[in-house]
């Protein structure tokens, strides 16, 4: 198995929306906001080459879909589609990824299944010959999203995905697509039907957290997103993944955090959440029997 962080554009978002009801006071210790009070937020994917050969990416990213417009108001950093040129400069183009697996539709997460914006030309799905994983029930939301979070959805990618042939709708926790060495967790805290890939490693069960767990600041149990649907029920989810990887010496790996991509989940003095900086720190050398670790900018 050969796993491999892959940075997409970065963004920048509120940092008040970004912490729910976390005051400034506390949050800025761990953002600096910029002038307009916003973060910088990575926006990562994971690539997973399995013993079988399949090339397996875990979340796309932002892209570069938006119109200038938009990718200003959402602070989208520019400089061309990131995700894709980083696969490429690792050795992957787009067309070389066998399965896409997408935790949620939220335009932060699969807006990079899309090629970049251009005036009058519609976008199109720049995977060509990868299958798409997504849950059952983020599926229908992203279908049908209430008016709080419609803005959140791309309105043309269910019709392209759809079009693709190449969706496959997932309800099970053990994927007959992915086969053994994965595992799903479904969370509805943030969004409904949010999907969480746990994922087989020789140093132990690596899960793509997603909105779930956005970065080293949320894995405190109490802090949420402004953005999070259900931020009560997140908490209980999220305890609730964090008290079974502790318990099986598990790792974390963020899609949003600026500087870690992976870490391993810790308790302080406090016997409160946090994350190991040594391990993570360990984990990003390589891992052993085989499988390896090279995270690229």
């Given at each position: 198995m050969f796993l491999q962080s892959i940075e997409g554009n970065r963004q920048r978002l509120d940092g008040g929306a970004m912490f729910g009801n976390a005051p400034r006071a506390l949050w800025e210790r761990w953002f600096s906001p910029d002038s307009l009070n916003r973060v910088e937020l990575a926006c990562r994917a994971l690539l997973v080459i399995d013993d079988k050969g399949r090339k397996i990416?875990?979340?796309?990213?932002?892209g570069d879909f938006f119109e200038p417009k938009?990718?200003?108001r959402f602070g989208v950093e520019p400089g061309g589609h990131r995700l894709k040129q980083n696969l490429l400069a690792a050795g992957h183009s787009p067309e070389s990824i066998d399965i896409v697996v997408l935790s949620h539709l939220h335009f932060d997460h699969a807006g990079g299944l899309l090629s970049s914006w251009q005036e009058g030309v519609e976008p199109e799905i720049i995977?060509?010959?990868a299958t798409f994983v997504v849950s059952k029930d983020g599926w229908e939301r992203c279908k049908q999203p209430h008016q709080r979070d419609r803005a959140s959805f791309i309105p043309s990618l269910t019709e392209l995905?759809?079009?693709s042939g190449r969706l496959h709708i997932e309800t099970e926790e053990h994927s007959t697509l992915l086969g053994e060495g994965f595992r799903f967790h479904f969370s509805n805290g943030h969004t409904v039907g949010l999907m969480i890939t746990e994922i087989e490693t020789p140093k132990g069960p690596l899960a793509v957290v997603a909105d779930l767990i956005p970065g080293v600041a949320w894995v405190r149990v109490?802090?949420?997103?402004?953005?999070?649907r259900y931020p009560e029920l997140l908490i209980d989810e999220k305890r609730a993944l964090l008290d079974d990887l502790f318990a099986r010496d598990g790792w974390l790996f963020f899609?949003?955090?600026?500087?870690?991509?992976?870490a391993r989940i810790h308790r302080n003095h406090r016997d409160?959440?946090?994350i190991d900086h040594i391990k993570a720190a360990a984990y990003t050398k390589g891992i052993s029997r085989g499988a390896t670790w090279e995270p690229i900018s």
């Open positions: 990416l875990f979340e796309t990213g932002i938009m990718s200003d995977f060509t010959n995905l759809e079009q109490p802090i949420t997103m402004g953005y999070d899609t949003h955090d600026p500087e870690t991509s992976v409160h959440y946090c």
